[in-house]
T-cell receptor
């Protein structure tokens, strides 16, 4: 048990759907992250939040919209996705941004049809 | 361009043998380097974090080394076990606070 949970674990959606991914950490951390993991590609950092404030957005398309209502919860709102967005989406948290060890959730496997 | 490379992409080793996984990076100005393992369909588990000022870190049968000048890190696994089978990822936090992952080495320990 890593202390970071993600729901749902699997998601299938059409290109016109709107869905949200949820991440929750029970570790008392201040920083949270969204990553995308596609087959045969390195893990890509999408967003970084520190004390609920977004500190990094790595040129992610606007069809991905993050939300961090508090230090324990992180959402990724999905809208009008493309088939190439199909991937494993991983959430992580750490005590401080980037320089500390990150703890990962199990991920949400997303398939866009 | 800051890149992290892990070669080979896959490795098979008989149980009980010692092995070394490699990670290379293109910029020596780094904050830290971290090794993770990932089991199929799962998230990442942190194994070892080496700060820029350190040369190595050890945890049980694992030992990670860091040579910034040559842009290399190794993860040494002693007395390998079938449970060590997983994909091992290397991640480098560069000096510009850009966190970059390698594509990983898929390790299979043969019983």
């Amino acid at each position: 048990e890593t202390g970071v949970t993600q729901t749902p674990r699997h998601l299938v959606m059409g290109m016109t759907n709107k869905k949200s991914l949820k991440c929750e950490q029970h570790l008392g951390h201040n920083a949270m992250y969204w990553y995308k993991q596609s087959a045969k590609k390195p893990l890509e950092l999408m967003f970084v939040y520190n004390f609920k404030e977004q500190t990094e957005n790595n040129s992610v398309p606007s069809r991905f919209s993050p939300e961090c209502p508090n230090s324990s919860h992180l959402f990724l709102h999905l809208h009008t996705l493309q088939p190439e967005d199909s991937a494993l989406y991983l959430c992580a948290s750490s005590l401080a941004t980037l320089v500390e060890t990150q703890y990962f959730g199990p991920g949400t496997r997303l398939l866009v049809l | 361009k800051q890149e992290v490379t892990q070669i080979p992409a896959a490795l098979s080793v008989p149980e009980g043998e010692n092995l070394v996984l490699n990670c290379s990076f293109t910029d020596s100005a780094i904050y830290n380097l971290q090794w993770f393992r990932q089991d199929p369909g799962k998230g990442l588990t942190s194994l070892l974090l080496i700060q820029s000022s350190q040369r190595e870190q050890t945890s049980g049968r694992l030992n990670a080394s860091l040579d910034k000048s040559s842009g290399r890190s190794t993860l040494y696994i002693a007395a390998s076990q079938p449970g060590d089978s997983a994909t091992y990822l290397c991640a480098v936090l560069f000096g510009n606070e850009k966190l970059t992952f390698g594509t990983g080495t898929r390790l299979t320990i043969i019983p």
